[in-house]
């Protein structure tokens, strides 16, 4: 968390609080919400940008008490799996950027949130889908080379029907088509708006993000710049176009189309 209350009045910003200073706060850091007022510990900004931040143990029932990054991988992982497992297809699901990641552990449904089952209508037979978000999805992608393959069909945001293997390619094998897709990989570089998986002359997948997306994008990932995040995962929903240099790019305009995951938490589990 950013915000905290030092001294038990005034607001303190966990991104102001310089390393050399630490000293000057232990103790003095408790929780903003009126029943917990738990002591907090800050943390500084991590190897992989993610940015400064407040933590301890909240009480139960506290607004500010959220998942942790290892149980926050398991339970997407586990909300892709109970797709696969009980359903005969998958659907993208948009949400927040941030989905998951402040919710509170006693918000129903916020455990084991596992994706929404429900029937529909094919041409002429009932289907059972399952929806999954993109952040799941792509830890999905990184951590099962078979699931990268597996014929299952996939129903993108936009309704664009596909299957797992020809609708979500990586970075690397990327084939260019007229449709919506989704691409994931790993960001190599960035420069301004634009992340790429690739340098420049290796023509890779790159995406372009509106400038007013920008700061959603980084408060869902959790960095302070665009630059923090060389070295993520990311996936990202979309139709491709072509720069003029001949790369694969996509222009972004909505938060909810990309997801991103810093390499060490991809590797969790
Ligand atoms: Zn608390």
């Known amino acids: 968390m950013r915000w905290a209350r030092l001294d038990g009045s005034a607001d303190i910003d966990a991104w102001e609080i310089h390393e050399s200073d630490r000293h000057l706060y232990r103790g003095r850091i408790t929780c903003p919400d009126a029943v917990c007022r738990v002591g907090l510990h800050w943390r500084k900004r991590s190897k992989d940008g993610k940015v400064p931040t407040f933590y ?5 029932g506290c607004g500010y008490k959220t998942e942790s990054d290892e ?11 109970a797709v696969i497992n009980t359903c005969e297809e998958m659907q993208i699901r948009l949400e927040p950027p941030n989905g998951g990641r402040t919710k509170t552990k006693d918000t129903p449904g916020a455990i084991g949130g596992t994706g929404i089952t429900h029937q529909h209508r094919g041409n002429d037979r009932n289907v059972r889908a399952g929806s999954t978000g993109l952040r799941p999805l792509l830890r999905k992608l990184i951590s099962s080379p078979e699931f990268r393959v597996d014929r299952m069909p996939l129903t993108l945001s936009d309704g664009t029907r596909t299957t797992i293997a020809e609708g979500c390619q990586h970075v690397d094998g990327y084939q260019p088509t007229d449709a919506t897709c989704i691409v994931w990989g790993k ?7 634009w992340i790429n998986s690739g340098y420049r002359d290796e023509k890779l997948p790159a995406v372009r993000m509106w400038k007013d997306v920008i700061s959603n994008i980084l408060e869902a990932a959790g960095v302070q710049s665009v630059g923090d995040l060389v070295g993520w995962y990311f996936l990202v929903e979309g139709q491709f176009g072509e720069t003029s240099a001949g790369g694969p790019y996509v222009s972004l305009r909505d938060a909810n189309r990309i997801a991103f995951l810093p390499d060490s938490a991809a590797s969790a589990r």
């Open 187 to 193: 960001i190599k570089t960035t420069k301004a708006d």
């Open 56 to 60: 301890g143990n909240h009480l139960d």
């Open 71 to 81: 149980q926050i991988a398991e339970r997407e992982l586990e909300e892709v799996d």
